[in-house]
């Protein structure tokens, strides 16, 4: 049974206290300077005496003398990535609107360093686990989570965000969401539209919209779309003839003979010897399909191991994109969002599977997220969270033509009910456009004037993909 989200009498906290700091990930070489803080917050908001969590702030001071009083909060993606990790990668693409306004990274619950529901014996989601396997690894992660992942869901989430609006002393906020971020965005603009002053959708999650039941479907679109793309490119088309077929043949000798590699780590440069499953293959492919750079490989690691029989820099590429990916997510937060917003409302489950089966991915990968969901608790979740947002208020829609898991027609169906807004589409991209050619100065615009109004997207046409490589050395000069 669905849990209730419960009105509770506000908490008043203390003014906060800043220390200096740095943010970025852990094991980043690059970090940026800010200022931090937390706030000490109830694990379960209808038990105000109970356990207590603290949430990890940073704030990165604008550089004007006297900046705007309406900060922009950045809201990272997963479900499970942490803001003061994920924002560093993207940070120049917000430097227009930092000369203004502060920019707020609050670390969700269960990620970063807000009570990160880390969990060693990770449920395995790869395809690799049998059911029984599956309860097993579950309950002994449940048994090791240091809170109650009931209670670190996105409605939960987007009280805590208010909370931090409410002690930082800002009347209005600007919103800037990429990915999962985007439904927290969207919560927080349905529960809190009186504090938003302009929202911004990077990779658009409508509330209505279950993740993960049509990925497969998702990235076989987008895969599809990057080849057909290499065929219309005399070169690329030239050197890698028929790409789906080449494809095909992997597939077919992986999923018979999975293939034993002897390689170096592509991050230590220690010598490993794995084995090279279809699985990791597919899930490398959709990875690298997420950027246009990295998919600009994608047909020379193919041939390279459909034709040439040559796995290793296809083994290399999907143990450093699967490291990338594993290391950004906390998998318990991912499971709590995930086993009560999206996988109980997967209401066409054997048609879906059946449509996914005919993709590179298959169907694998969402029927283990079901097995894992099955033994999850379900977690905080209004009546309406799954309708979609009504909204007047400014909202810009990004959405990468190629995007693999929030295509545009995501972006799309959440503008029908968003009157004010307008929806961008970079052409031959893939998740996550702010930093794209002139998106950072149609941002900038948009939030510095909160209104999509006037502004002239002609830009977005001269953003183009990446080439292709048509060897390892690089793309054709």
């Known amino acids: 049974m669905l849990l209730t989200l419960l009105v509770v009498p ?75 990790q994920a924002y560093l990668e993207e940070a120049p693409a917000f430097e227009r609107i930092r000369q203004h306004r502060d920019i707020v990274l609050v670390d969700q619950r269960g990620t970063g360093q807000s009570n990160p529901l880390n969990c060693p014996s990770t449920p395995d989601n790869g395809g690799n686990s049998s059911a029984a396997e599956i309860a097993q690894q579950v309950q002994a992660c449940l048994k090791q989570l240091p809170g109650d992942p009931r209670f670190y869901t996105t409605s939960v989430a987007v009280q805590d965000l208010d ?108 010598p490993l010897t794995r084995t090279l499953s279809w699985n990791e293959v597919a899930g490398a492919v959709r990875i690298m399909s997420y950027t246009s750079e990295t998919a600009a490989l994608l047909p020379l690691l193919i041939q ?53 089966a005919d993709t590179y991915v298959g169907a694998t990968p969402v029927t283990q997220l079901m097995e894992i969901c099955k033994h999850w ?7 309406d969270f799954k309708k979609p947002v009504v909204s007047s208020k400014p909202v810009l829609l990004l959405s990468g033509e190629d995007d693999p898991i929030t295509p545009p027609s995501n972006a799309a169906h959440a503008a029908q009910t968003l009157g004010n807004s307008l929806s961008i589409v970079v052409p031959g991209q893939g998740h996550g456009n702010a930093f794209r050619g002139c998106m950072p100065k149609l941002m900038a615009e948009f939030v510095q004037q909160a209104s999509v109004k006037g502004l002239d997207t002609a830009c977005v046409r001269d953003i183009k993909p990446f080439p292709f490589f048509i060897r390892f050395t690089g793309p054709t000069p």
Not at 194 to 219: K, M, T
Not at 377 to 383: H, S
């Open 304 to 356: 390279q191991a459909s034709v040439a029989h040559d796995y290793v820099p296809l083994m290399a590429n999907a143990l450093f994109f699967t490291d990338q990916i594993n290391g950004g997510i906390t998998q318990g937060m991912n499971a709590a969002v995930l086993c009560t917003e999206d996988v109980p409302f997967y209401k066409h489950a054997a048609a879906d599977q059946k449509q996914a």
């Open 377 to 383: 608790p379900r977690g905080v979740m209004p009546a």
């Open 163 to 270: 909370a931090v609006r409410q002690v930082l002393g800002y009347g209005s906020i600007n919103l800037y969401g990429i990915s999962y971020g985007t439904r927290v965005a969207l919560e927080y603009l349905r529960e809190f539209p009186q504090h938003v002053r302009s929202v911004v959708l990077d990779g658009v999650v409508p509330a209505d919209w279950n993740v993960g039941s049509a990925a497969s479907l998702d990235a076989q679109q987008a895969l599809d779309r990057i080849f057909a793309r290499c065929a219309r490119d005399t070169v690329c088309d030239k050197t890698f003839p028929n790409l789906p077929a080449s494809l095909r043949n992997l597939q077919q000798t992986l999923e018979q003979h999975p293939q034993t590699v002897n390689l170096r780590d592509p991050l230590t440069g220690a």
């Open 10 to 84: 506000a908490i008043s906290h203390a003014a906060p206290s800043f220390s200096p700091c740095q943010i970025g990930a852990p094991d980043s070489p690059q970090h940026l300077q800010a200022k931090c803080t937390g706030l000490t917050l109830p694990e379960d908001r209808a038990h105000a005496d109970g356990k207590k969590i603290t949430l990890h702030i940073a704030v990165l001071a604008a550089r004007a003398g006297k900046p705007a009083p309406d900060p922009l909060f950045f809201i990272a993606g997963g479900p499970g990535q942490a803001a003061t």
